[in-house]
């Protein structure tokens, strides 16, 4: 028995419940008796069937599409656990939704991410579990502690079985200069030369690739970027890859595939061979033999069991 909660309770919402069952079996429990819904003129309601006094209560839930009603569940269900006199509440968003507005651009912006963690926090959640922050900033705007997971690891292992042998022919491709540090990283991990795709966005959702900074001439690429959204940058950079840099291949991974609007007639029009995405958000009803997702269920189910037994997450980031 440990102070903070006599025993681990995960609860899932709407919005991910596969990957919550997977954390659970990997876990070796069961996920939660819970009902959440919504009434007839679209508010959102929250039943947990079972007790939860003193427990240590993880709820999973990404707020992807419909990114407001996911976000308004998880609100309600960590609202129902702290009533019902949980030990602790860890919301774990594997997608964290409202990322992209952390700081003011122009005048009169929100800083809609800041916003957000302000609700999380004053719902009643504890702790925060995540991966993959759009911004590693956004962990500064809770008053709670928060754990950012990194999907580095699985790409890398991934990547590294893939191409293993072929990292001097093989370039690591940040898509913007705003994911140069990630993509650095990655590319040391595989011990593959790094290149960036410089360019210049003119309003939300579109971008015009600008030029290629490093060698990519015969070389297969993997752009390595955090989410996806429409994917237009995405597929210009392949395309400007190929057709400005003199790439052979075009493979790409990103930890979020948020995919909306046009995103997969683009992805299958695109240069890209490969498209590798992790189960953050669920696949959506859209197959594409280009696109294969990884489970990220063991990282989550591994730093679950060690924020329950107060014992280091830190060992997960390498």
């Not at 959204?229 to 930890?255: K, N, P, R």
């Amino acid at each position: 028995m440990i102070a903070h909660g006599k025993d681990i309770k995960i609860f899932a919402g709407n919005s991910n419940r596969a990957l919550a069952e997977d954390i659970c079996k990997r876990l070796g429990t069961q996920l939660g008796q819970a009902e959440s819904g919504c009434f007839s003129d679209g508010e959102n309601f929250v039943s947990i069937y079972e007790t939860v006094r003193g427990s240590d209560v993880f709820v999973v839930q990404s707020t992807c599409s419909p990114v407001n009603d996911n976000l308004m569940e998880l609100l309600i269900m960590i609202d129902a656990f702290k009533r019902a006199s949980a030990g602790r509440i860890t919301a774990v968003i594997p997608y964290f939704g409202y990322a992209r507005q952390d700081r003011k651009t122009k005048p009169r912006d929100p800083i809609s991410a800041k916003l957000v963690a302000n609700l999380i926090t004053r719902a009643g959640a504890d702790r925060v579990l995540t991966m993959d922050l759009h911004a590693s900033q956004i962990q500064g705007f809770f008053d709670i502690p928060v754990d950012n997971l990194l999907g580095n690891p699985i790409f890398t292992h991934y990547f590294h079985e893939r191409f293993s042998g072929q990292e001097e022919k093989t370039v690591v491709v940040s898509p913007d200069v705003g994911s140069v540090a990630r993509a650095r990283a990655f590319a040391q991990k595989l011990g593959m030369p790094l290149a960036i795709v410089d360019k210049r966005r003119q309003k939300a959702n579109s971008s015009e690739v600008m030029n290629i900074i490093g060698d990519v001439q015969g070389k297969q690429v993997i752009l390595f970027d955090d989410m996806v959204d429409t994917a237009g940058s995405l597929c210009g950079a392949a395309q400007a890859l190929v057709e400005i840099g003199g790439a052979t291949d075009v493979y790409a991974c990103a930890s979020h595939g948020v995919l909306s609007g046009p995103a997969y007639d683009r992805i299958e029009q695109s240069y890209i061979k490969e498209l590798i995405f992790l189960d953050t958000i669920p696949p959506q009803d859209h197959p594409s033999d280009k696109i294969k997702y990884l489970s990220v269920a063991d990282i989550f189910a591994d730093a679950i069991e060690r924020i329950y037994q107060e014992v280091s997450v830190s060992k997960l980031f390498n």
